[in-house]
């Protein structure tokens, strides 16, 4: 064979075998990082598509494509293929009020209204114990709760916010997590000076952040002074950040702002220029048909924490009438120390059934609805809806698999009735948050399980201590 003949032979080889490549990736289609196939997609989205044996693939973080799992294995290939079949593939579950670290009050007092549980049980325990290192021990425990439970998003409100931040991160979870300022001494500020100055500082350190938005978090206005809140909204303006904040919870604070005001707590609110559409409001329970005007006029979003409202028999949210006027309402868990603990499964059976009662009419917050207040309208009252909420194209990865095949889950006939008022937390399978894989067959992979309750018995200890108990 003549060296230029052979050079044409090796060529003719190369070429075919990177013609037969290329049909190979042709044929394969387009590499993605991930695809979730097969089960019942629960997309949530505009049109509530729900497709029986679908798939969702995923690359960068973000989905590129949702749709019937025969489509998306022709159009995509992924290294990675998680196998959802006969299971819910349901958008990341939003948490949209919660103080994390209080995971470690779990049970410290119970059976008490806010007031009395507040000022003589939860405020000096945190006196008393909230450190920094606390803070970090209790977040991990309750990203642990939160991951094992579907919660991909939390909204946060505490102190040493930047350590919890720095958790949430480590861990790979999304979260809009707000410096709580107060007008009092706190475990991390002592005035209100040192506190504005810490919580800037935060806010510039975790802007643009992938899964952590900085927020600020007055406590509430029974808390907080009308010249720090008109503080807190220029920051918040001048740094485009949320503003989050506990409102209207019990009739005691209508009461006391009224006279204090002349005002209702969100008329209050309104009036001097607090409210915006970077408001987050938990709880708005005692508010009349004015107030949700003026939420929905300024674009606040209301969570709604069932149980902890029921637990501190703090009264019942005008959920249907809030929904039905338009407020843009996400749903919660509160503290694990008013609940007790963070299930958002157990907050949407007990949303769709307080107001059921409540109103005397089964057909308000139906399943469906259940299941949106904790994935899009959440996303929706976060101001986080362009991102989450949803399983859509375009929108962050954050999904989650639920087994269906259960005892308590048997037999099946409509998956939102399943998913709301039959399927518990210990269901979840595996949770993907940014395209990452945080659990996977229900192993958490982010986060030290065992040391992490390790941890958090030796705080038990300590907290049991400092407050004089066995
Ligand atoms: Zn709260």
Redesign the pocket.
Same mark, same amino acid.
């Given at each position: 064979m003549k060296p230029t003949f052979k050079r044409l032979a090796l060529c003719c080889v190369l070429m075919a075998q990177l013609s037969s490549n290329a049909f190979a990736q042709q044929r394969r289609g387009a590499r993605v990082d991930l695809i979730v196939s097969g089960g019942t997609v629960v997309t949530m989205d505009e049109g509530r598509r729900v497709i029986e044996d679908g798939a969702v693939a995923v690359r960068g973080g973000r989905i590129v494509a949702v749709g019937r799992r025969v489509d998306i294995a022709r159009r995509f290939s992924a290294p990675e293929v998680i196998d959802a079949a006969g299971k819910a593939v349901i958008p990341g579950l939003i948490n949209g009020?919660?103080?994390v670290p209080m995971v470690l009050f779990r049970g410290i007092a119970d059976d008490l209204d806010l007031n009395e549980w507040l000022t003589k049980f939860i405020f000096p325990a945190e006196a008393k114990n909230v450190t920094e290192e606390f803070v970090r021990v209790g977040t991990q425990l309750g990203l642990a709760e939160m991951i094992r439970g579907g919660t991909t998003t939390y909204c946060d409100?505490y102190y040493f916010e930047d350590a919890i931040a720095d958790e949430t991160a480590r861990a790979g979870v999304r979260g809009l997590l707000g410096e709580t300022v107060i007008d009092f001494p706190v475990p991390d500020n002592k005035t209100w000076a040192e506190a504005m100055r810490y919580t800037e500082a935060f806010l510039s350190k975790w802007r643009g952040h992938a899964l952590v938005t900085p927020a600020v978090a007055p406590h509430a206005p029974y808390t907080v002074s009308e010249e720090h809140l008109r503080e807190v909204r220029a920051m918040s303006d001048r740094l485009g950040a949320a503003v989050v904040i +506990?409102v209207s919870?019990t009739r005691k604070e209508v009461d006391d702002i009224s006279k204090q005001k002349g005002a209702r707590p969100v008329e209050y609110l309104a009036r001097i220029g607090f409210l915006s559409p970077r408001t987050v409001a938990? +709880?708005t329970v005692h508010i009349d048909e004015a107030e949700i005007g003026l939420l929905k006029r300024h674009g606040v979003g209301s969570v709604h924490?069932p149980e902890?409202n029921m637990k501190l028999a703090s009264g019942v949210a005008p959920v249907p009438q809030m929904l039905r006027a338009g407020v843009l309402v996400g749903l919660?868990t509160?503290?694990a120390a008013?609940n007790n603990d963070l299930s958002m499964w157990e907050a949407m059976d007990a949303a769709a059934k307080l107001h059921k009662l409540s109103s005397n009419d089964p057909r308000v917050v139906p399943a469906e609805d259940a299941l949106a207040l904790a994935t899009i309208g959440g996303a929706r009252a976060l101001h986080m809806a362009d991102r989450i909420g949803s399983l859509e194209e375009g929108k962050r990865a954050d999904l989650v698999v639920v087994d269906l095949d259960e005892l308590h889950q048997t037999p099946r006939y409509n998956i939102y009735s399943h998913l709301v008022y039959a399927t518990k937390a210990s269901d979840v399978r595996t949770v993907v948050i940014e395209g990452r894989v945080v659990m996977r067959d229900r192993r958490l992979l982010t986060l030290n399980e065992p040391l992490i309750k390790q941890k958090a018995r030796l705080l038990r200890e300590r907290v049991t201590r400092s407050l004089g108990r066995q």
């Open positions: 009020h919660t103080h409100m +506990h919870e938990a +709880h924490n902890s919660g509160d503290g008013s």
